[in-house]
């Protein structure tokens, strides 16, 4: 593997490469560090710490709300907007059959609608957290025009580092909205671990070692996870045409026991976050029913029992919807009688959609379980080992070992190819 990596400096097409997307996340940690006019950085801090929902989008966003810089909003609307797009295919077959069947150029035209979506995706959501960072006292009142600057400087920020993201995707060496977020996770890590080192006390040895044995052991587990999947024996029949003989060849059709990713999250934090979110506004209306409604909000979703409880279940059913939305067992089977294919004991056609369905319901509830665990992972962390400096997000450790996975992959496919053109 060393050896591999130390080819990336070797070989001069790949080392252009890796300076090049290494230049991209400098130019977008830079922009992570201009703060907006006006911020107040401690006030900021206290909000960002109790706002959970607001402590997760800073993790989409890249972590570009530590210090409320100008690219505020970081990937967060083109990630909405990619995920709204792929639910809009369960309504509109016409946008099903872009994505799924007609290849690479619909899919490119799919992306296309999905920067359209983001442009007012991004106003509607800068404007919101405007407005609450205003209330919240983070930053000072501000005028029409001082709303409308700021929204179109947050829009433009999105916009950039989509740009900047497609630039790093082109090189083939990793997705580039992946890699922004995975630079804006591990940017915050040295700040972690130097505020764990100034407050270390001897009698915390046992509990920062038995924090690494269990970040190791998540680590393999996401590994593992993310990694395993079913195949499923696919055999083809032989086909005879003219002088030649198709087919008669056996494969796999592999089904990824994680295959949602971490979308089910996402939505499950959006909805479980969404009563404490209504209890805050409720709570500055003057009238006695909303005062007692926004306690009750607060007070259920703050206890700790009650909101992991409830997350998991989220996560738990998100996991088997969205694995719904993607993935069409009807679909794959008649794809396969098309070709000649045919699963060993199985009838073409609709046995075969049946049989697809029951393996995939088996292997996604491990795959819902998993997700579930991750997601409560922090509560679980900090409630037995008391640890604040050094969290172990569970969500936030889910990118990062999904995307190196995925370079990886990645910059194993660029090796192996320049071997076969050496050969």
Same mark, same amino acid.
């Given at each position: 593997m060393l050896q591999k990596l130390s080819l990336l400096f070797t070989v001069p097409d790949l080392r252009k490469k890796v300076f090049f997307i290494l230049s991209v996340l400098v130019i977008f940690r830079v922009g992570a560090a201009i703060p907006v006019p006006g911020v107040r950085p401690e006030r900021?801090?206290?909000?960002?710490? !109790?706002? +959970?929902?607001?402590?997760? @989008?800073?993790?989409? !966003?890249?972590? $570009?709300?530590?210090?409320?810089?100008?690219? =505020?909003?970081? #990937?967060?609307?083109?990630? %909405?907007? !990619?995920i709204i797009m792929q639910l809009l295919t369960m309504l509109f077959p016409h946008l099903k059959e872009m994505y799924q069947e007609e290849g690479e150029a619909g899919r490119t035209r799919f992306n296309q609608y999905a920067r359209y979506l983001t442009v007012p995706l991004a106003l509607l959501q800068s404007y919101a957290l405007l407005i609450l960072l205003i209330r919240n006292g983070v930053i000072p009142e501000l005028s029409l025009f001082g709303y409308a600057v700021n929204m179109i400087v947050a829009t433009a920020g999105t916009m950039f580092l989509m740009w900047l993201g497609e630039l790093i995707t082109e090189k083939g060496l990793g997705n580039g909205i992946s890699l922004l977020i995975f630079a804006g996770i591990v940017s915050g890590l040295p700040t972690a671990v130097r505020q764990e080192l100034f407050t270390f006390t001897p009698e915390r040895l046992p509990v920062l070692l038995a924090f690494v044995l269990v970040s190791l052991a998540v680590i393999a587990g996401v590994v593992i996870i993310t990694e395993g999947q079913r195949n499923i024996p696919v055999s083809y029949a032989k086909r005879i045409r003219g002088m030649r003989m198709y087919g008669g060849v056996s494969t796999h059709l592999p089904l990824r026991v994680n295959q949602a990713g971490v979308i089910p999250i996402i939505f499950a934090v959006s909805i479980i976050l969404f009563p404490g979110l209504v209890g805050s506004f409720l709570a500055a209306v003057p009238n006695e029913f909303a005062q007692r409604a926004a306690q009750f909000l607060i007070a259920a979703f703050n206890n700790q029992i009650v909101y992991g409880a409830s997350y998991f279940i989220l996560v738990f059913a998100f996991t088997y919807f969205y694995t719904a939305v993607t993935f069409d067992p009807q679909a794959i089977a008649d794809n396969l009688q098309k070709q000649g294919g045919f699963i060993l004991g199985i009838r073409p056609g609709r046995? %075969? /959609?049946?049989?697809?369905?029951?393996?995939?319901?088996?292997? &996604? @509830? /491990?795959?819902?379980?998993?997700?579930? /665990?991750?997601?409560?992972?922090?509560? #679980? $962390? +900090? !409630?037995?080992?008391?640890? +604040?400096?050094? %969290?172990?997000?569970? %969500?936030?450790?889910?990118?990062? #070992?999904? $995307? $190196?996975?995925? &370079? =990886?992959k990645q910059i194993n496919a660029q090796l192996v190819m320049r071997e076969y053109e050496h050969i």
């Open positions: 900021l801090k206290d909000f960002l710490e !109790s706002n +959970q929902f607001f402590g997760l @989008l800073n993790i989409f !966003s890249g972590g $570009v709300l530590d210090n409320l810089s100008i690219i =505020m909003l970081g #990937v967060g609307p083109y990630i %909405t907007a !990619s046995p %075969t /959609a049946e049989y697809l369905s029951r393996i995939l319901n088996r292997i &996604t @509830l /491990a795959g819902a379980l998993f997700l579930g /665990a991750i997601a409560i992972l922090p509560i #679980v $962390v +900090q !409630s037995a080992l008391r640890i +604040q400096a050094l %969290t172990l997000g569970g %969500t936030a450790l889910l990118i990062v #070992v999904s $995307v $190196v996975i995925e &370079t =990886m």
